[in-house]
């Protein structure tokens, strides 16, 4: 079954205490994303790889990075975590960008920073 | 950038009323609108969009409406069923500008449907 995975669906790490979160794709899509959701909130985009091409949005802390190393995985690093980094992170795919292409959302992984 | 705007932030109703909720959105170039359906502690789920060609969708029970003109578009659900119960949020997409290709999201509805 053709979808969007990520591991760990929990992640625990402590304050300051480098993290990556995973995430694989079968859709082999072009394009993927990695949104934040806070609590009761809507989910907020931090970047998106079209391809190989890597767009970071304006609003995005320097705290957090990403890699692609090929068309399925891509990556969620997070140098120094932050209380306010608690969150969930989900990862999203859409076959191009633009209005033809809906986006297909993983399970998430849960951030807690103690 | 697009600013999407939803209300109200909580809705309950009658197992078998209508519900229906509302966005606006500011980018005059947006012409994808979907919307998401998230139950509690699971992943956005998209349950119906539209495109800007289109005024009106269904689904089923659902259904899309939208007002290009007014820049606004709504979700109504009809026969609301205790499965509806979740978190329900509009996006906006434009194929143009600084948010080309981009989702931006309302704050979302909690909607509760009680039997």
């Known amino acids: 079954d053709a979808m969007v995975i990520q591991n760990p669906r929990y992640q625990v790490t402590q304050f300051g205490k480098p993290v990556t979160l995973s995430c694989s794709q079968t859709?082999?899509?072009?394009?993927m994303y990695w949104y934040q959701q806070k609590s009761s909130q809507a989910p907020k985009l931090l970047f998106h790889y079209y391809d190989k091409d890597f767009n970071n949005e304006a609003d995005t802390p320097d705290n957090f990075q990403s890699r692609r190393p090929n068309t399925s995985f891509c990556f969620l690093d997070i140098r120094s975590p932050g209380l306010g980094d608690a969150a969930m992170y989900l990862c999203a795919t859409s076959r191009d960008r633009g209005v033809t292409s809906p986006l297909h959302f993983g399970n998430g992984t849960r951030l807690t920073v103690t | 950038g697009e600013n999407v705007e939803q209300h109200p932030s909580t809705l309950s109703v009658q197992e078998g009323d209508s519900a229906v909720i509302k966005c606006t959105y500011s980018?005059?170039?947006?012409?994808?609108f979907p919307w998401y359906k998230q139950e509690l502690g699971k992943r956005p789920q998209l349950i119906i969009d539209?495109?800007?060609?289109?005024g009106e969708k269904k689904d089923q029970r659902i259904a899309v409406t939208l007002n290009k003109t007014a820049k606004h578009f709504s979700l109504h659900i009809t026969e609301t069923q205790p499965e509806d119960s979740a978190v329900y949020f509009c996006?906006?997409?434009?194929?143009?500008?600084?948010?080309?290709?981009?989702?931006?999201f309302g704050q979302g509805t909690i909607l509760t449907v009680h039997p």
């Open positions: 996006a906006a997409s434009s194929n143009s500008g600084t948010s080309y290709g981009k989702l931006t």
């Open positions: 539209i495109r800007s060609n289109v």
């Open positions: 980018d005059s170039a947006s012409n994808y």
């Open positions: 859709l082999n899509h072009n394009v």
